[in-house]
């Protein structure tokens, strides 16, 4: 009996081997792959930044690439971390509904607070349930940006504005 059972999982090791062996050789056989390179830039005293593609290759027809802008203190990359609306990367080459090849495109954010962000680059395929990450996420630091909002955390200050404000409307 003992000798069956280590038959048995010889055979399922062999398996598996050759199976992770495929997918080292051909990664579409297992899953969909978008490979390619990108260039991430805050555009100084804009206030915006801007991600180039060039390379995009896919293996099944492509849907979209986008950029996303995240604190710069994040660890983690998701919802809780994200900063503004992630912006459309668009181009010629980059066509929806077809597998690309050696596709280029260039997309620009919304004007950011001055500061420092992470910007992460991400694709999906046809049949993606979640976006790929062909690309590292990069540091950008914006200059020439929007006002910061939230105003002064001193609540003195606060309440000066505030009683100004409505002043002014009395025309005090």
Do not use: W
Request: negative net charge.
């Amino acid at each position: 009996m003992a000798t069956r059972t280590t038959h048995r999982l010889a055979a399922a090791g062999t398996l598996a081997g050759l199976s992770a062996l495929a997918l080292v050789v051909n990664p579409a056989i297992g899953s969909a792959a978008i490979t390619g390179g990108a260039t991430v830039q805050a555009n100084a005293g804009a206030g915006t930044i801007t991600t180039s593609i060039t390379g995009l290759n896919t293996t099944k027809p492509f849907v979209k690439c986008e950029g996303t802008v995240y604190r710069a203190d994040a660890t983690v990359l998701d919802s809780t971390t994200k900063v503004g609306q992630s912006y459309l990367v668009v181009g010629d080459t980059m066509v929806a509904g077809q597998v690309l090849t050696n596709a280029s495109g260039v997309g620009t954010s919304a004007v950011f607070p001055e500061g420092e962000y992470q910007v992460r680059t991400k694709c999906k395929e046809e049949g993606d349930t979640d976006y790929q990450d062909p690309i590292a996420s990069v540091r950008v630091t914006v200059t020439g940006g929007a006002p910061a909002t939230g105003g002064s955390s001193d609540p003195g200050a606060f309440v000066k504005d505030l009683l100004g404000s409505v002043l002014g409307i009395f025309g005090s």
